[in-house]
């Protein structure tokens, strides 16, 4: 079965450490991972896709296949980024492609 | 252009009844998702919706239907509700051959007593 797991539900640093919050992933085909944020009183939005290789906000994110993981990485957190995130897997059928979400962590960058 | 709009915001049924959530997606995308979000839970994909018909549907019991309208806005409806049903139901709407970028409405929180 399909899996994503978000192992921490809460990571709290301080401004200008690293952060790193952790995602694996089960799938039997080739997956197609994704982050998604939601900063407070904002609607979910898509961070990051794995295809893309982008930085986005500073945020990073290497698929590793034989890990199984989905790490998204930032080397200075700042305030502002305190959010809840979301890794996600995209399964693909018949073209359309639904997403399977894990259960979130939420970052608490404090000053 | 608003995004996703959801309607209503909030909605308190009682057990047993019937509900119907609205959806109306951003300008320009065609199919649309829905997912239920238990508290404390990630989104949970309902069903998927595209030139009206259910082209994916996740593990959720028939009760759950959808409805998709020509101008691409849907409908989620829940009959025979439970306590269970109590969640946030999300909109996520995405451009043809996109699906993989979904843009996601505010929700409908469901409270069923």
């Known amino acids: 079965a399909q899996r994503v797991t978000q192992p921490e539900k809460l990571l709290s640093v301080f401004k200008g450490a690293p952060v790193e919050l952790k995602c694996n992933y089960s799938?039997?085909?080739?997956?197609?991972l994704f982050w998604y944020v939601q900063y407070s009183r904002q609607r979910l939005q898509l961070l990051l896709r794995?295809?893309s290789r982008e930085s986005i906000k500073g945020f990073t994110a290497d698929l590793n296949k034989g890990e199984t993981s989905f790490h998204l990485k930032k080397p200075f957190a700042q305030e502002e980024d305190s959010a809840m995130y979301y890794c996600?897997?995209?399964?693909?059928?018949?073209?359309?492609?639904?997403?399977?979400f894990g259960t979130g962590t939420r970052l608490l960058v404090s000053p | 252009d608003a995004g996703v709009t959801q309607s209503p915001t909030h909605l308190i049924k009682t057990r047993g009844q019937q509900v119907t959530l609205r959806c109306s997606p951003k300008?320009?995308?065609?199919?649309v998702s829905w997912y239920q979000q238990a508290l404390g839970q990630g989104p949970q994909f309902i069903f998927q919706?595209?030139?009206?018909?259910?082209?994916q549907r996740g593990n959720f019991p028939d009760r759950f239907s959808g409805h998709q309208f020509p101008n691409y806005s849907s409908e989620l409806n829940v009959n025979a509700l439970l306590l269970g049903d109590s969640a946030l139901y999300l909109c996520?709407?995405?451009?043809?051959?996109?699906?993989?970028?979904?843009?996601f409405g505010p929700g409908t929180r469901l409270t069923v007593t």
């Open positions: 996520a709407s995405s451009p043809t051959g996109q699906s993989y970028e979904q843009y």
């Open positions: 799938y039997s085909g080739s997956p197609e």
């Open positions: 794995h295809i």
């Open positions: 996600a897997l995209s399964q693909m059928n018949t073209g359309f492609q639904k997403l399977v």
């Open positions: 300008s320009g995308h065609d199919t």
């Open positions: 919706y595209y030139e009206e018909e259910e082209r």
